[in-house]
Nanobody, 121 residues
Framework: QVQLVESGGGLVETGGSLRLSCTASRRTSRNNAMGWFRQAPGKEREFVAGISWNAGSTSYADSVKGRFTISRDNEKDSVYLQMNSLKPEDTAIYYC??????????????WGQGTQVTVSS
């Protein structure tokens, strides 16, 4: 079974930055799209950012465009999410994901356990 290990979450003030990391337990992710989703209390899980297998294309939710940047390192089987200019509405559990296909992260094949991001006012 593939395991996705996430790190980098925490508590930050409004306007601050965090960098999330996610590493797969084996290289099954190298030919697959990867991405990030988040779920705030009382809300459904939503797409945040995705990146194709070779980093040739990226996509972002409108709410994070210009503030978040997704990247990957296939040699390390890892995907990252640099989050800048954080807002309280970014507070959520962030989930790493590996897609079934090579370009789009949806549909999702594997999910990480989630890491908490809290942005204070």
């Amino acid at each position: 079974q593939v395991q996705l290990v996430e790190s980098g979450g925490g508590l930050v003030e409004t306007g601050g930055s965090l960098r999330l990391s996610c590493t797969a337990s084996r290289r099954t992710s190298r030919n697959n799209a990867m991405g990030w989703f988040r779920q705030a209390p009382g809300k459904e899980r939503e797409f945040v950012a995705g990146i194709s297998w070779n980093a040739g294309s990226t996509s972002y939710a409108d709410s994070v465009k210009g503030r978040f940047t997704i990247s990957r390192d296939n040699e390390k089987d890892s995907v990252y999410l640099q989050m800048n200019s954080l807002k309280p509405e970014d507070t959520a559990i962030y989930y790493c994901a590996v897609g079934l296909k090579s370009i789009a992260v949806q549909p999702v094949r594997y999910w990480g356990q989630g890491t908490q991001v809290t942005v204070s006012s």
